[in-house]
């Protein structure tokens, strides 16, 4: 049995949520393998919305294990607050549930860190959520860090002191102010919740599934063009969100990978600072994110938005070898009368077909346009009743990526789904 992947293939928020909760009903298996809680995943069914951080998107699915992989990182305080939202829902959560014990625990002072640090960038600010995402990735590198299987141990108490006295010391640096007894409490309190639940060892538990024949599903947070070594750093966030991050994440050999799917809107936004070749800052990128909604489901703030663009967008294809693609929220664009899509970059004033090294160069987008299909596409419930024009915007982009689009999300609902050919 080989493992599938679905990761975003953009600046995260590409509606993986919806479609992992989707897909779920054929996997026996989902798997989250990177990231923290600032990644927040929406599901909407029976007229209710779910936001989920760090649980895998198939907890609502009755005869489908969890797991949350050795390659994320888990702060104990949020992820009871969003297991406790989901067991007043109804959700037998610990029965579904699992957690690996390799998975990273963000300490309250990891938050204080990444405040710090942001707040001393000034004007070079990278956007960070403050959830303490980047140091607790920092303290896993320089082989500092706690994990969930430590707090087992019976000296937990005294490491976890340990590793907090570093971080106090490395805060006498900023001109800061902070108080680190603050949450300690409730975060050791949460830690007592996470241990009720199954802890394992994540990597032999799913080779066994695949083993025994069991369907996983890998779970990606954020997208590609995040990811800590190929996307657009130093904007990006701290871990390897593209295919290859859901073997380590997952400890799952590379030969073991079967269907890669890549999510991808049929427009581009971005949450934070860094490079957006494609944003919109008139009336009709403020008509995106007002259409789309686009805040962050997790910190609110609204998005940057932008024509899709299809160098970046090939670029992703090329580092998760995708082999069929999931386009969302084509919807959002029903009313408008001209869509365009970038083919190419002029970048430092020369023609560019890749994706550059200096994302803060001087790129201008080079676009295609389309006629808008003026329709109510959340109407459509099969492939026959999308209009021409936007049976032209698919193919155009097949023909570009080589890639075939097989599920179009036409709608936040589950119902809202078209599986093609």
């Not at 919806?18 to 923290?36: H, M, N, P, S």
Request: hydrophobic share 35%; proline share 4%; glycine share 10%.
């Amino acid at each position: 049995m080989k493992l599938d992947v679905v990761l975003g293939l953009q600046w995260g928020d590409e509606g993986k949520g919806k479609v992992v909760d989707y897909l779920a009903e054929g996997y026996q298996i989902i798997a989250r393998f990177q990231g923290g809680p600032n990644a927040g995943h929406s599901i909407h069914f029976d007229g209710k919305k779910y936001v989920l951080r760090s649980v895998p998107s198939g907890v609502f699915r009755k005869d489908t294990t969890n797991i949350i992989g050795g390659g994320v990182v888990l702060d104990p305080v949020t992820f009871r607050e969003e297991c406790e939202a989901i067991e007043e829902a109804g959700v037998p959560l610990k029965e579904r549930l699992y957690v690996s014990k390799k998975a990273h625990l963000i300490l309250p002072t990891h938050r204080i860190i990444d405040a710090a640090q942001e707040a001393a960038k000034g004007k070079s600010k990278i956007g960070s959520t403050l959830k303490g995402i980047g140091p607790t990735y920092t303290d896993k590198i320089s082989r500092v860090g706690l994990r969930v299987g430590d707090t087992l141990a019976a000296n937990f108490k005294e490491r976890f002191d340990k590793l907090k006295n570093q971080h106090l010391a490395y805060l006498k640096q900023f001109d800061f102010e902070f108080n680190a007894q603050e949450h300690e409490a409730e975060w050791m309190d949460a830690v007592e919740y996470l241990k009720s639940f199954k802890l394992i060892d994540g990597e032999y538990f799913a080779n066994d599934c695949l083993d025994h024949n069991r369907k996983i599903l890998a779970e990606g947070a954020q997208g590609s063009m995040l990811d800590i070594d190929y996307g657009s750093y130093p904007f990006v966030t701290s871990s390897n969100t593209i295919c290859p991050g859901a073997c380590v994440g997952l400890g799952i050999a590379p030969g073991r990978v079967g269907r890669v799917w890549g999510i991808f809107k049929a427009y581009c936004t971005r949450v934070g600072s860094g490079p957006f070749p494609t944003e919109l800052f008139d009336e009709t990128g403020e008509k995106l994110r007002k259409n789309g909604f686009e805040f962050g489901a997790v910190t609110g703030r609204p998005r940057r938005c932008g024509w899709l663009d299809l160098v970046a967008l090939k670029y992703a294809i090329m580092l998760n070898g995708v082999t069929d693609l999931i386009m969302m929220k084509a919807d959002v664009m029903d009313d408008f009368d001209t869509i365009k899509i970038a083919t190419g970059y002029i970048v430092d004033g020369e023609p560019c077909d890749i994706f550059p090294f200096d994302t803060q160069a001087d790129i201008q987008p080079v676009y295609k346009e389309f006629k808008g299909w003026h329709n109510t596409l959340g109407e459509a419930r099969s492939e026959a009743d999308f209009p021409q024009e936007f049976k032209d915007y698919i193919k155009f982009i097949e023909e570009q990526v080589r890639v075939p689009v097989r599920i179009i999300s036409v709608g936040p609902d589950r119902e809202q789904t078209i599986i093609r050919g």
